[in-house]
Protein backbone atom coordinates (compact mmCIF):
# COMPACT_ATOMS: atom_id res chain seq x y z
CA UNK A 1 0.00 0.00 0.00
CA UNK A 2 2.12 2.66 -1.53
CA UNK A 3 -0.33 5.64 -1.69
CA UNK A 4 -1.01 5.07 2.34
CA UNK A 5 2.44 6.54 3.38
CA UNK A 6 2.54 9.32 0.42
CA UNK A 7 -0.91 10.16 1.41
CA UNK A 8 -0.19 10.02 5.30
CA UNK A 9 2.84 12.36 4.34
CA UNK A 10 1.13 14.56 2.77
CA UNK A 11 -1.77 15.42 5.23
CA UNK A 12 1.81 15.67 8.02
CA UNK A 13 3.00 18.29 5.80
CA UNK A 14 -0.19 20.22 5.59
CA UNK A 15 -0.51 20.42 9.31
CA UNK A 16 3.09 21.53 9.16
CA UNK A 17 2.14 24.43 7.14
CA UNK A 18 -0.91 25.37 8.81
CA UNK A 19 1.06 25.63 12.31
CA UNK A 20 3.65 27.60 10.58
CA UNK A 21 0.86 30.38 9.88
CA UNK A 22 0.02 30.05 13.50
CA UNK A 23 3.28 30.87 15.28
CA UNK A 24 1.52 33.11 18.07
CA UNK A 25 -1.00 30.44 19.25
CA UNK A 26 -0.32 28.32 22.01
CA UNK A 27 0.64 24.70 20.11
CA UNK A 28 3.61 23.41 21.24
CA UNK A 29 2.33 19.80 22.05
CA UNK A 30 0.72 19.56 18.47
CA UNK A 31 4.10 20.67 16.58
CA UNK A 32 6.34 18.70 18.75
CA UNK A 33 3.77 15.66 18.02
CA UNK A 34 3.42 16.60 14.12
CA UNK A 35 7.43 17.15 14.19
CA UNK A 36 8.00 14.07 16.21
CA UNK A 37 5.97 11.81 13.66
CA UNK A 38 7.43 13.39 10.88
CA UNK A 39 11.31 12.05 12.31
CA UNK A 40 9.62 8.53 13.19
CA UNK A 41 8.48 7.86 9.62
CA UNK A 42 11.99 9.88 8.21
CA UNK A 43 13.83 6.31 10.16
CA UNK A 44 11.78 3.99 7.94
CA UNK A 45 12.11 6.00 4.91
CA UNK A 46 8.44 6.74 4.54
CA UNK A 47 9.34 10.53 4.39
CA UNK A 48 10.82 11.55 1.66
CA UNK A 49 14.56 13.01 1.63
CA UNK A 50 13.47 16.10 -0.07
CA UNK A 51 10.58 16.55 2.31
CA UNK A 52 12.29 16.28 5.51
CA UNK A 53 15.36 18.61 4.45
CA UNK A 54 12.43 21.23 2.93
CA UNK A 55 11.60 21.51 6.70
CA UNK A 56 14.86 22.05 7.99
CA UNK A 57 15.28 24.88 5.52
CA UNK A 58 11.69 26.50 6.73
CA UNK A 59 13.21 26.20 9.84
CA UNK A 60 16.19 28.16 9.95
CA UNK A 61 15.00 30.32 7.82
CA UNK A 62 12.49 31.96 10.79
CA UNK A 63 15.20 31.10 13.09
CA UNK A 64 13.41 32.55 16.46
CA UNK A 65 10.47 31.61 18.61
CA UNK A 66 8.99 28.23 18.93
CA UNK A 67 10.80 27.11 15.70
CA UNK A 68 14.16 26.68 17.91
CA UNK A 69 12.22 24.28 19.52
CA UNK A 70 11.13 22.45 16.27
CA UNK A 71 14.50 22.28 15.24
CA UNK A 72 15.47 20.83 18.44
CA UNK A 73 12.89 17.99 17.97
CA UNK A 74 13.65 17.46 14.27
CA UNK A 75 17.22 16.95 15.27
CA UNK A 76 16.47 14.50 18.23
CA UNK A 77 14.81 12.82 16.39
CA UNK A 78 16.13 12.33 12.96
CA UNK A 79 19.17 14.04 12.83
CA UNK A 80 22.07 11.03 12.96
CA UNK A 81 20.16 8.94 11.22
CA UNK A 82 20.24 11.16 8.67
CA UNK A 83 23.68 12.22 9.40
CA UNK A 84 24.71 8.74 9.44
CA UNK A 85 23.04 7.99 5.95
CA UNK A 86 24.87 8.67 2.86
CA UNK A 87 22.86 9.88 0.53
CA UNK A 88 22.22 12.98 2.98
CA UNK A 89 25.35 12.99 5.13
CA UNK A 90 26.34 15.99 3.33
CA UNK A 91 23.38 18.01 3.47
CA UNK A 92 22.86 17.39 7.23
CA UNK A 93 26.42 19.00 7.61
CA UNK A 94 25.45 21.82 6.27
CA UNK A 95 22.56 22.02 8.31
CA UNK A 96 23.90 21.68 11.21
CA UNK A 97 27.11 24.04 10.16
CA UNK A 98 24.14 26.82 9.75
CA UNK A 99 23.04 26.07 13.40
CA UNK A 100 26.48 26.63 14.76
CA UNK A 101 26.45 29.70 13.45
CA UNK A 102 23.21 30.81 13.89
CA UNK A 103 23.79 30.62 17.88
CA UNK A 104 26.88 32.60 17.67
CA UNK A 105 25.50 35.42 15.56
CA UNK A 106 22.05 35.63 17.06
CA UNK A 107 21.39 36.96 20.98
CA UNK A 108 19.89 33.68 22.18
CA UNK A 109 18.48 33.12 25.70
CA UNK A 110 20.33 30.85 27.77
CA UNK A 111 17.03 28.21 27.35
CA UNK A 112 17.29 28.32 23.64
CA UNK A 113 21.25 27.74 24.29
CA UNK A 114 21.16 24.69 26.37
CA UNK A 115 18.39 22.68 24.19
CA UNK A 116 20.18 23.52 21.19
CA UNK A 117 23.62 22.34 22.57
CA UNK A 118 21.90 18.95 23.90
CA UNK A 119 20.38 18.25 20.37
CA UNK A 120 23.78 19.11 18.36
CA UNK A 121 25.01 16.67 21.10
CA UNK A 122 22.75 13.95 20.30
CA UNK A 123 22.59 14.32 16.43
CA UNK A 124 26.18 15.04 16.74
CA UNK A 125 28.40 13.20 19.47
CA UNK A 126 31.98 14.15 19.66
CA UNK A 127 34.56 11.20 18.98
CA UNK A 128 35.27 9.02 22.31
CA UNK A 129 37.55 6.10 22.86
CA UNK A 130 35.29 3.02 23.47
CA UNK A 131 35.30 2.12 27.26
CA UNK A 132 37.75 -0.48 27.61
CA UNK A 133 35.72 -3.71 29.01
CA UNK A 134 38.05 -5.13 32.07
CA UNK A 135 39.45 -8.83 31.09
CA UNK A 136 38.66 -11.59 34.02
CA UNK A 137 39.76 -15.31 33.75
CA UNK A 138 37.33 -17.65 33.70
CA UNK A 139 37.72 -18.43 37.42
CA UNK A 140 37.33 -14.75 38.09
CA UNK A 141 34.33 -15.11 36.35
CA UNK A 142 33.25 -18.11 38.27
CA UNK A 143 33.94 -16.69 41.47
CA UNK A 144 32.22 -13.57 40.72
CA UNK A 145 28.79 -15.71 39.68
CA UNK A 146 29.56 -17.71 43.04
CA UNK A 147 29.28 -14.66 45.08
CA UNK A 148 27.53 -12.01 43.20
CA UNK A 149 24.51 -14.54 41.33
CA UNK A 150 24.60 -17.94 42.96
CA UNK A 151 24.24 -17.12 46.80
CA UNK A 152 21.42 -17.12 48.12
CA UNK A 153 19.34 -17.74 51.83
CA UNK A 154 19.03 -21.81 50.17
CA UNK A 155 21.88 -22.15 48.18
CA UNK A 156 24.49 -21.07 50.85
CA UNK A 157 25.07 -24.55 52.03
CA UNK A 158 26.35 -25.39 48.43
CA UNK A 159 28.35 -22.01 47.76
CA UNK A 160 30.31 -23.40 50.51
CA UNK A 161 31.28 -26.87 49.59
CA UNK A 162 31.88 -25.14 46.08
CA UNK A 163 34.28 -22.37 48.03
CA UNK A 164 35.70 -25.29 50.12
CA UNK A 165 37.17 -26.66 46.73
CA UNK A 166 38.44 -24.26 45.33
CA UNK A 167 43.11 -24.36 45.22
CA UNK A 168 43.52 -22.39 48.78
CA UNK A 169 47.08 -23.15 47.71
CA UNK A 170 47.31 -20.75 44.58
CA UNK A 171 48.02 -17.35 45.72
CA UNK A 172 45.84 -15.86 43.19
CA UNK A 173 42.40 -17.71 43.98
CA UNK A 174 42.95 -16.78 47.62
CA UNK A 175 43.55 -12.96 46.99
CA UNK A 176 40.43 -13.14 44.62
CA UNK A 177 38.56 -14.84 47.35
CA UNK A 178 39.48 -12.35 50.04
CA UNK A 179 38.84 -9.21 47.61
CA UNK A 180 35.46 -10.79 47.86
CA UNK A 181 35.29 -11.21 50.92
CA UNK A 182 36.40 -7.33 52.24
CA UNK A 183 34.73 -5.81 49.35
CA UNK A 184 31.13 -6.81 50.90
CA UNK A 185 29.53 -3.25 48.81
CA UNK A 186 29.23 -5.17 45.71
CA UNK A 187 26.55 -7.11 47.50
CA UNK A 188 22.57 -6.76 48.21
CA UNK A 189 22.47 -5.22 51.47
CA UNK A 190 20.11 -8.06 52.46
CA UNK A 191 22.66 -10.82 51.58
CA UNK A 192 25.97 -9.31 53.69
CA UNK A 193 25.27 -11.48 56.72
CA UNK A 194 25.51 -15.01 54.07
CA UNK A 195 28.97 -13.28 53.71
CA UNK A 196 29.12 -13.77 57.60
CA UNK A 197 27.99 -17.27 57.63
CA UNK A 198 30.81 -18.22 54.71
CA UNK A 199 33.63 -17.20 56.64
CA UNK A 200 32.59 -18.61 60.15
CA UNK A 201 32.47 -21.96 58.25
CA UNK A 202 35.05 -21.48 56.50
CA UNK A 203 37.40 -20.18 59.83
CA UNK A 204 37.15 -23.70 60.81
CA UNK A 205 39.64 -24.79 58.00
CA UNK A 206 41.07 -21.71 56.82
CA UNK A 207 41.96 -19.62 60.22
CA UNK A 208 44.46 -17.14 58.38
CA UNK A 209 42.02 -16.47 55.54
CA UNK A 210 39.57 -14.88 58.48
CA UNK A 211 41.79 -13.17 60.03
CA UNK A 212 42.89 -11.27 57.32
CA UNK A 213 39.63 -10.54 56.30
CA UNK A 214 38.60 -8.91 59.26
CA UNK A 215 42.16 -7.07 59.18
CA UNK A 216 40.97 -6.08 56.00
CA UNK A 217 37.36 -5.09 56.67
CA UNK A 218 38.66 -3.04 59.77
CA UNK A 219 40.98 -1.26 56.93
CA UNK A 220 38.29 -0.30 55.65
CA UNK A 221 36.63 1.26 58.26
CA UNK A 222 39.89 3.58 59.02
CA UNK A 223 39.87 4.64 55.82
CA UNK A 224 36.92 5.33 55.61
CA UNK A 225 37.21 7.50 58.34
CA UNK A 226 40.18 8.87 57.13
CA UNK A 227 38.80 10.11 53.57
CA UNK A 228 35.61 10.95 54.61
CA UNK A 229 34.89 10.63 50.77
CA UNK A 230 31.16 11.21 50.22
CA UNK A 231 31.09 8.60 47.16
CA UNK A 232 32.36 6.03 49.96
CA UNK A 233 28.98 6.47 52.08
CA UNK A 234 27.28 3.25 50.97
CA UNK A 235 30.43 1.22 50.83
CA UNK A 236 30.75 2.48 54.44
CA UNK A 237 27.12 1.66 55.45
CA UNK A 238 27.79 -2.15 54.18
CA UNK A 239 31.22 -2.59 56.41
CA UNK A 240 29.79 -0.98 58.97
CA UNK A 241 26.45 -3.80 58.92
CA UNK A 242 29.12 -6.56 57.68
CA UNK A 243 31.10 -6.03 60.75
CA UNK A 244 28.03 -6.71 63.06
CA UNK A 245 27.05 -9.95 61.64
CA UNK A 246 30.89 -11.33 61.91
CA UNK A 247 30.12 -10.97 65.66
CA UNK A 248 26.97 -11.85 65.68
CA UNK A 249 28.47 -15.32 63.17
CA UNK A 250 31.54 -15.48 66.40
CA UNK A 251 34.13 -14.52 64.23
CA UNK A 252 34.67 -11.43 65.84
CA UNK A 253 34.62 -11.07 69.60
CA UNK A 254 33.28 -7.88 71.59
CA UNK A 255 36.22 -6.62 71.98
CA UNK A 256 36.38 -5.58 68.07
CA UNK A 257 33.03 -3.67 67.80
CA UNK A 258 33.91 -1.92 71.15
CA UNK A 259 36.94 -0.71 69.28
CA UNK A 260 35.36 0.46 66.31
CA UNK A 261 32.65 2.22 68.05
CA UNK A 262 34.67 4.26 70.17
CA UNK A 263 36.83 4.61 67.27
CA UNK A 264 33.86 6.24 65.36
CA UNK A 265 33.25 8.58 68.18
CA UNK A 266 37.14 9.91 68.48
CA UNK A 267 38.98 9.40 65.70
CA UNK A 268 40.50 13.13 64.17
CA UNK A 269 39.22 14.78 67.70
CA UNK A 270 41.92 16.51 69.64
CA UNK A 271 42.66 14.34 72.70
CA UNK A 272 39.73 12.17 71.63
CA UNK A 273 37.32 14.63 73.17
CA UNK A 274 34.57 15.43 70.55
CA UNK A 275 33.06 19.21 71.17
CA UNK A 276 31.86 22.62 69.20
CA UNK A 277 34.60 24.83 70.40
CA UNK A 278 36.92 22.04 68.58
CA UNK A 279 36.40 21.47 65.19
CA UNK A 280 38.16 18.10 63.19
CA UNK A 281 39.23 18.56 60.05
CA UNK A 282 37.70 15.18 58.92
CA UNK A 283 34.65 15.28 61.01
CA UNK A 284 33.21 18.38 60.48
CA UNK A 285 30.20 20.20 62.54
CA UNK A 286 27.98 19.43 59.88
CA UNK A 287 28.64 16.06 58.77
CA UNK A 288 26.12 13.21 60.83
CA UNK A 289 27.39 9.83 58.83
CA UNK A 290 29.52 8.82 61.85
CA UNK A 291 26.35 8.70 63.47
CA UNK A 292 24.59 6.44 61.16
CA UNK A 293 27.55 4.19 60.61
CA UNK A 294 27.22 3.75 64.76
CA UNK A 295 23.52 3.27 64.39
CA UNK A 296 23.65 0.63 61.99
CA UNK A 297 26.59 -1.08 63.90
CA UNK A 298 24.12 -0.34 66.83
CA UNK A 299 20.90 -2.06 65.55
CA UNK A 300 23.20 -5.22 64.77
CA UNK A 301 24.60 -5.87 67.61
CA UNK A 302 23.12 -3.70 70.27
CA UNK A 303 20.65 -6.42 71.27
CA UNK A 304 23.55 -8.64 72.08
CA UNK A 305 24.91 -6.67 74.82
CA UNK A 306 22.32 -7.07 77.58
CA UNK A 307 24.06 -8.19 80.12
CA UNK A 308 27.02 -8.46 82.29
CA UNK A 309 30.39 -6.60 81.59
CA UNK A 310 28.95 -6.04 78.36
CA UNK A 311 26.20 -4.17 79.27
CA UNK A 312 28.30 -1.77 81.41
CA UNK A 313 31.01 -1.70 78.55
CA UNK A 314 27.74 -0.37 75.98
CA UNK A 315 26.15 2.01 78.78
CA UNK A 316 29.76 3.71 79.08
CA UNK A 317 29.73 4.23 75.40
CA UNK A 318 25.91 5.37 74.78
CA UNK A 319 26.94 8.24 77.56
CA UNK A 320 29.97 9.20 75.54
CA UNK A 321 28.42 8.85 72.04
CA UNK A 322 25.34 11.41 73.75
CA UNK A 323 27.84 13.49 73.86
CA UNK A 324 29.39 13.12 69.89
CA UNK A 325 25.72 13.69 68.95
CA UNK A 326 25.36 16.84 70.77
CA UNK A 327 28.68 18.17 69.50
CA UNK A 328 27.21 18.06 65.91
CA UNK A 329 24.33 20.56 67.14
CA UNK A 330 20.87 20.48 65.32
CA UNK A 331 20.57 16.83 63.47
CA UNK A 332 19.44 16.38 59.64
CA UNK A 333 15.83 15.03 60.80
CA UNK A 334 16.52 11.62 58.87
CA UNK A 335 19.36 11.03 61.50
CA UNK A 336 17.44 12.02 64.33
CA UNK A 337 15.16 9.58 63.80
CA UNK A 338 17.63 6.83 62.97
CA UNK A 339 19.07 7.62 66.29
CA UNK A 340 16.26 7.47 68.48
CA UNK A 341 15.12 4.19 66.81
CA UNK A 342 18.73 3.09 67.79
CA UNK A 343 18.06 4.20 71.11
CA UNK A 344 14.60 2.42 71.40
CA UNK A 345 16.12 -0.71 70.54
CA UNK A 346 18.89 -1.35 72.56
CA UNK A 347 18.12 0.78 75.60
CA UNK A 348 14.07 1.95 75.52
CA UNK A 349 14.14 3.47 79.35
CA UNK A 350 17.45 5.53 78.53
CA UNK A 351 16.58 9.59 79.32
CA UNK A 352 18.86 10.99 77.06
CA UNK A 353 20.55 14.34 77.99
CA UNK A 354 19.58 17.54 76.21
CA UNK A 355 22.68 19.22 76.21
CA UNK A 356 25.58 19.71 75.54
CA UNK A 357 26.91 20.53 79.61
CA UNK A 358 24.89 17.45 80.51
CA UNK A 359 26.35 15.43 78.67
CA UNK A 360 30.06 16.53 78.91
CA UNK A 361 29.09 16.21 83.12
CA UNK A 362 27.77 12.77 82.62
CA UNK A 363 31.17 11.83 80.68
CA UNK A 364 33.42 13.83 83.26
CA UNK A 365 31.75 11.45 86.07
CA UNK A 366 32.15 8.69 84.47
CA UNK A 367 35.66 8.75 83.73
CA UNK A 368 36.45 9.65 87.24
CA UNK A 369 34.36 6.25 88.13
CA UNK A 370 36.54 4.26 86.25
CA UNK A 371 39.85 5.95 87.06
CA UNK A 372 38.81 5.50 90.36
CA UNK A 373 37.66 1.81 90.23
CA UNK A 374 41.32 1.20 88.39
CA UNK A 375 42.96 3.15 91.61
CA UNK A 376 41.54 0.65 93.46
CA UNK A 377 42.35 -2.62 91.83
CA UNK A 378 39.05 -3.34 90.78
CA UNK A 379 39.43 -5.24 87.34
CA UNK A 380 36.96 -6.55 84.96
CA UNK A 381 37.02 -10.49 84.72
CA UNK A 382 37.23 -11.31 80.81
CA UNK A 383 36.43 -14.71 81.42
CA UNK A 384 32.85 -14.10 82.54
CA UNK A 385 32.35 -12.13 79.47
CA UNK A 386 33.23 -13.79 76.87
CA UNK A 387 31.74 -17.28 78.51
CA UNK A 388 28.13 -15.69 78.05
CA UNK A 389 29.25 -13.64 74.87
CA UNK A 390 28.76 -15.94 72.08
CA UNK A 391 25.51 -17.11 73.45
CA UNK A 392 24.48 -13.93 73.79
CA UNK A 393 24.90 -13.25 70.24
CA UNK A 394 23.17 -16.80 69.29
CA UNK A 395 20.04 -15.44 70.66
CA UNK A 396 20.03 -12.06 69.33
CA UNK A 397 20.67 -13.98 66.01
CA UNK A 398 17.30 -15.82 66.58
CA UNK A 399 15.56 -13.03 67.79
CA UNK A 400 16.29 -10.95 64.77
CA UNK A 401 12.87 -9.36 62.74
CA UNK A 402 14.84 -9.39 59.65
CA UNK A 403 15.85 -13.16 59.64
CA UNK A 404 13.51 -15.21 57.79
CA UNK A 405 14.84 -18.60 58.13
CA UNK A 406 14.15 -21.37 60.34
CA UNK A 407 16.15 -21.73 63.89
CA UNK A 408 18.21 -24.73 62.59
CA UNK A 409 19.05 -22.79 59.22
CA UNK A 410 19.95 -19.43 61.59
CA UNK A 411 22.01 -20.61 64.01
CA UNK A 412 25.92 -20.63 63.17
CA UNK A 413 26.23 -24.94 62.58
CA UNK A 414 29.67 -26.13 63.67
CA UNK A 415 30.62 -28.39 60.89
CA UNK A 416 27.52 -29.46 59.10
CA UNK A 417 29.15 -29.72 56.20
CA UNK A 418 32.06 -31.75 56.47
CA UNK A 419 30.44 -35.38 56.30
CA UNK A 420 28.50 -34.37 53.61
CA UNK A 421 31.67 -33.21 51.23
CA UNK A 422 32.52 -35.29 48.21
CA UNK A 423 35.94 -34.63 48.33
CA UNK A 424 37.49 -37.19 50.91
CA UNK A 425 40.75 -35.58 51.31
CA UNK A 426 38.88 -32.25 52.66
CA UNK A 427 36.65 -34.75 54.24
CA UNK A 428 39.40 -36.21 56.57
CA UNK A 429 40.74 -32.91 57.69
CA UNK A 430 37.49 -31.26 58.42
CA UNK A 431 36.64 -34.07 60.76
CA UNK A 432 40.23 -34.49 62.13
CA UNK A 433 40.01 -30.99 63.12
CA UNK A 434 36.46 -30.25 63.99
CA UNK A 435 37.60 -33.35 66.78
CA UNK A 436 40.50 -31.52 67.45
CA UNK A 437 38.32 -28.64 68.45
CA UNK A 438 36.05 -30.53 70.21
CA UNK A 439 38.64 -31.91 72.60
CA UNK A 440 40.02 -28.28 73.09
CA UNK A 441 36.53 -27.21 74.53
CA UNK A 442 36.10 -30.35 76.19
CA UNK A 443 39.65 -29.04 78.06
CA UNK A 444 38.49 -26.03 78.59
CA UNK A 445 35.08 -27.27 80.20
CA UNK A 446 37.29 -29.10 82.55
CA UNK A 447 39.67 -26.19 83.27
CA UNK A 448 37.07 -24.16 84.30
CA UNK A 449 35.29 -26.95 85.97
CA UNK A 450 35.21 -26.67 90.18
CA UNK A 451 35.80 -30.03 92.03
CA UNK A 452 32.53 -30.63 93.90
CA UNK A 453 33.90 -31.98 97.81
CA UNK A 454 30.80 -34.15 97.94
CA UNK A 455 32.13 -35.66 94.75
CA UNK A 456 33.11 -39.35 95.53
CA UNK A 457 36.69 -40.25 95.46
CA UNK A 458 38.43 -42.51 91.77
CA UNK A 459 38.62 -45.33 94.27
CA UNK A 460 34.98 -45.13 95.32
CA UNK A 461 34.23 -44.92 91.32
CA UNK A 462 36.58 -48.05 90.58
CA UNK A 463 34.61 -50.07 92.83
CA UNK A 464 31.56 -49.03 91.49
CA UNK A 465 32.45 -49.43 87.87
CA UNK A 466 33.52 -52.90 89.24
CA UNK A 467 30.50 -53.88 90.80
CA UNK A 468 28.28 -52.57 87.92
CA UNK A 469 30.32 -54.33 85.43
CA UNK A 470 29.74 -57.93 87.15
CA UNK A 471 26.08 -56.93 87.50
CA UNK A 472 25.61 -56.43 84.04
CA UNK A 473 27.30 -59.10 83.32
CA UNK A 474 25.24 -61.36 85.61
CA UNK A 475 22.10 -60.01 84.12
CA UNK A 476 22.51 -60.55 80.46
CA UNK A 477 23.52 -63.95 81.52
CA UNK A 478 20.26 -64.84 83.60
CA UNK A 479 18.26 -63.11 80.63
CA UNK A 480 19.73 -65.65 78.19
CA UNK A 481 18.37 -68.18 80.44
CA UNK A 482 14.87 -67.51 81.13
CA UNK A 483 12.34 -66.44 79.11
CA UNK A 484 9.93 -63.16 80.26
CA UNK A 485 6.53 -62.08 78.72
CA UNK A 486 7.30 -59.14 76.57
CA UNK A 487 4.12 -57.31 77.58
CA UNK A 488 5.34 -57.53 81.43
CA UNK A 489 8.68 -55.89 80.72
CA UNK A 490 7.73 -53.68 77.67
CA UNK A 491 7.75 -50.01 79.54
CA UNK A 492 9.59 -47.02 79.50
CA UNK A 493 9.70 -45.39 83.07
CA UNK A 494 10.64 -48.73 85.86
CA UNK A 495 8.02 -48.59 87.99
CA UNK A 496 8.47 -48.64 92.07
CA UNK A 497 8.78 -51.85 93.52
CA UNK A 498 9.03 -53.41 97.03
CA UNK A 499 11.77 -55.20 98.86
CA UNK A 500 11.26 -57.73 100.65
CA UNK A 501 13.18 -57.44 103.99
CA UNK A 502 15.73 -55.65 105.65
CA UNK A 503 12.42 -54.23 107.54
CA UNK A 504 10.15 -53.55 104.74
CA UNK A 505 12.71 -51.45 102.99
CA UNK A 506 11.65 -49.46 99.38
CA UNK A 507 13.46 -48.11 96.39
CA UNK A 508 12.47 -46.76 93.26
CA UNK A 509 13.76 -47.78 90.21
CA UNK A 510 16.27 -45.47 88.64
CA UNK A 511 17.92 -44.39 91.39
CA UNK A 512 15.21 -43.26 94.53
CA UNK A 513 16.55 -44.70 97.44
CA UNK A 514 14.39 -45.97 100.53
CA UNK A 515 14.65 -44.74 104.04
CA UNK A 516 13.57 -46.72 107.23
CA UNK A 517 14.13 -50.38 108.23
CA UNK A 518 16.55 -52.24 110.02
CA UNK A 519 20.70 -51.52 110.05
CA UNK A 520 20.00 -47.62 110.11
CA UNK A 521 18.39 -44.99 108.02
CA UNK A 522 18.03 -47.03 105.30
CA UNK A 523 17.83 -50.64 104.26
CA UNK A 524 17.96 -53.54 102.17
CA UNK A 525 18.53 -57.37 101.30
CA UNK A 526 21.98 -56.86 102.17
CA UNK A 527 21.78 -55.79 105.59
CA UNK A 528 22.11 -53.14 107.46
CA UNK A 529 25.19 -51.27 106.21
CA UNK A 530 24.04 -49.97 102.93
CA UNK A 531 21.02 -48.51 100.69
CA UNK A 532 19.01 -50.37 98.01
CA UNK A 533 19.01 -48.91 94.74
CA UNK A 534 17.03 -50.77 91.16
CA UNK A 535 19.45 -50.23 88.32
CA UNK A 536 17.32 -50.23 84.91
CA UNK A 537 19.16 -52.64 82.12
CA UNK A 538 18.19 -53.54 78.96
CA UNK A 539 19.16 -56.03 76.00
CA UNK A 540 17.70 -55.75 73.33
CA UNK A 541 14.09 -54.36 73.11
CA UNK A 542 14.06 -56.51 77.31
CA UNK A 543 13.83 -54.32 80.14
CA UNK A 544 14.71 -55.20 83.51
CA UNK A 545 16.08 -54.44 87.25
CA UNK A 546 18.72 -55.85 88.81
CA UNK A 547 18.99 -54.80 92.88
CA UNK A 548 22.42 -53.11 93.83
CA UNK A 549 23.68 -52.58 97.57
CA UNK A 550 25.23 -49.23 98.35
CA UNK A 551 26.90 -47.98 101.01
CA UNK A 552 25.87 -45.10 103.38
CA UNK A 553 28.97 -43.47 102.75
CA UNK A 554 29.17 -43.26 99.04
CA UNK A 555 28.54 -39.85 97.88
CA UNK A 556 25.45 -40.59 96.12
CA UNK A 557 23.41 -41.66 99.46
CA UNK A 558 24.55 -39.08 101.10
CA UNK A 559 22.89 -36.83 98.31
CA UNK A 560 19.90 -38.90 98.10
CA UNK A 561 19.20 -39.01 101.83
CA UNK A 562 19.65 -34.85 102.30
CA UNK A 563 17.55 -34.57 98.92
CA UNK A 564 14.67 -36.45 100.83
CA UNK A 565 15.26 -34.73 103.89
CA UNK A 566 15.35 -31.42 102.31
CA UNK A 567 11.91 -32.72 100.42
CA UNK A 568 10.09 -33.49 103.55
CA UNK A 569 11.01 -30.40 105.69
CA UNK A 570 9.95 -28.61 102.37
CA UNK A 571 6.32 -30.09 102.05
CA UNK A 572 5.80 -30.20 106.20
CA UNK A 573 6.77 -26.22 105.82
CA UNK A 574 3.66 -25.97 102.83
CA UNK A 575 1.27 -28.19 105.15
CA UNK A 576 2.02 -25.44 107.70
CA UNK A 577 1.26 -22.63 105.26
CA UNK A 578 -1.56 -23.82 103.99
CA UNK A 579 -3.14 -24.84 107.46
CA UNK A 580 -2.12 -21.13 108.68
CA UNK A 581 -3.83 -19.73 105.47
CA UNK A 582 -6.66 -21.50 106.12
CA UNK A 583 -6.88 -20.57 109.93
CA UNK A 584 -6.67 -17.00 108.82
CA UNK A 585 -9.72 -17.19 106.88
CA UNK A 586 -11.79 -18.60 109.30
CA UNK A 587 -10.70 -16.16 111.61
CA UNK A 588 -11.57 -13.57 109.14
CA UNK A 589 -15.08 -15.39 108.02
CA UNK A 590 -16.14 -15.79 111.66
CA UNK A 591 -15.00 -12.00 112.69
CA UNK A 592 -17.37 -10.57 109.66
CA UNK A 593 -20.02 -12.56 110.73
CA UNK A 594 -20.19 -11.12 114.20
CA UNK A 595 -19.85 -7.76 113.26
CA UNK A 596 -22.77 -9.01 110.27
Known sequence: MPDLGRDLVALLEDEFRYLQRKRQADLAETRAK???????????????????????KVLLD???????????????????????????????????????????????????????????????????????????????????????????????????KLVRKLDWADPAIVAKVLSAFTKVWK????????????????????????????????????????????????????????????YIYRVIDSKVIFDTLWTLATF????????????????????????????????TVGSCFDRGQSRVKLDSFLTFFQLYVLSKGLLPMDVEFMLSDTFEAIRPKLERFRT???????????????AELEGAGATVAPEEEEGIEAEDAEDARRADLRGEDELDNDRPREGADASSDSDSDSSDSSSTELSDSDDDEDDEDEARH?????????????????????????????????????????????????????????????????????????????????????????????QQTVAMNIPLESSIAIHTLEKRRHDRLEQQAMKRLVLDHEQRQESASAQQEKQG
Open 34 to 56: NLKFVSELTKFRVTPMHSILHVF
Open 62 to 160: DFGGPNIENLCTVLEGCGRFLLRSEGSAEQMRAVLDIVRRKMAALPLDPFQVTVLENALYQCDPPERSAVAQKERSPMQLYLRHLFYNALTRNSRDKVL
Open 187 to 246: VKFSNVHLFAVLLHELAKWHPDFAARVVDGVLENVRVGMELNSFKQNQQRIATAKYLGEL
Open 268 to 299: GHPEGRPGPDHPSEIDSVDDCFRIRLACVLLD
Open 356 to 370: FAEAAAAVDAMFAEQ
Open 450 to 542: VPDPGAPTEADEDDFNRELSRLMTASSGASDARRIDRSLNDFGVPMARRVQGGGGAKADAGGDCAEGGAGGEAGGPAGGGGMQFRLLTKKGNK
